[in-house]
């Protein structure tokens, strides 16, 4: 069976193998010039510890939403092209998730997985617009998070 990074999947894999594989993709689909760039700070950006925090973040954002808009066309000649850029896309946003803002402590694999779908329903297809559907993912989390059960 081919893995399709649901649920399911996601817990019945060895994190360490989640890993590898995400950064693996992540490696493959942002240029490797790109991430100089992405990940340069201006002075300002370097002058605490919070402004710091923030750019790096920024810089993981963007980074995660080239990757996710790079999907369509790395698997767009595949067989079962859709269904192979869904299961990447899952991969990549519980890379975003798990790895790129270690949001497991704050926030189950549920619910992070049951939005997922509804992400995936009307994903964008340019960078920009992953920029945006991750920021609202991460207002998503937070709001979940300051919510009592």
């Known amino acids: 069976m081919q893995r399709d990074y649901t649920l399911n999947s996601l817990q019945s894999m060895p994190r360490e193998e989640l890993e590898e594989f995400s950064l693996r993709m992540i ?3 942002v240029p490797e010039e790109a991430m100089p760039e992405l990940f340069t700070f201006e002075q300002e950006e370097t002058e605490n510890e919070e402004r710091l ?3 790096k973040f920024d810089a993981m954002l963007r980074m995660n939403a080239i990757a996710l808009s790079e999907l369509n066309l790395a698997f767009s000649e595949s067989d079962n092209a859709k269904q ?3 299961r990447m896309t899952r991969l990549l946003l519980w890379h975003f998730y798990a790895v790129s803002f270690h949001l497991e402590k704050a ?3 549920e619910v992070h997985c049951d939005k997922v779908e509804t992400v995936i329903k009307t994903m964008p297809s340019d ?3 992953w920029v945006k559907t991750l920021t609202e993912l991460l207002h998503y989390y937070a709001e979940k998070s300051d919510s009592p059960n």
């Open 127 to 129: 960078a920009f617009g």
């Open 84 to 86: 192979n850029i869904d």
């Open 53 to 55: 925090q923030s750019a």
């Open 107 to 109: 926030i189950p694999l």
């Open 27 to 29: 490696h493959r689909l």
